[in-house]
């Protein structure tokens, strides 16, 4: 997972961080990510993939957060993540064991998808 500085137009400063997933074959170098999440998506890896994006996004926006307190990351999620049964579960888990507050974790789905009202609820708290 790499990190993408956000930039607050008005004051110039780093706001947050968005998460972007990188893979580096040992042979073959840098994979693009067009490349390996059209077929993580098509093979139902993105679940496990998202999961540890999400994760890691988590872990490390904790400590980014010790250099400056409203820092937030963003975090995409593919509509098969967001649809998978324990998504909402793994969102709640993450923030709470890294005392997260919810406005410093943007989820942005990768996909067309519609959310029902009891999932938007559900995240949001």
């Not at 390996?36 to 890896?45: K, N």
């Not at 250099?67 to 995409?76: A, E, G, L, M, P």
Request: aromatic content about 8%.
């Amino acid at each position: 997972v790499r990190y993408q500085p956000l930039l607050d137009v008005a004051s110039g400063r780093i706001a947050g961080f968005e998460a972007l997933v990188r893979w580096t074959h040992p042979e073959r170098g840098p994979i693009s990510p067009a490349a390996f999440v059209a077929l993580a998506e098509e093979t139902s890896l993105i679940v496990p993939v998202g999961r540890y994006v999400l994760q890691k996004s988590c872990e490390t926006l904790a400590r980014f957060r010790e250099i400056h307190d409203d820092f937030y990351i963003s975090v995409n999620v593919s509509a098969r993540q967001s649809a998978s049964m324990d998504f909402v579960e793994l969102v709640q888990t993450e923030m709470a064991r890294h005392r997260l507050d919810p406005r410093h974790l943007r989820l942005e789905i990768t996909e067309s998808v519609t959310l029902d009202y009891r999932q938007v609820s559900a995240l949001i708290g």
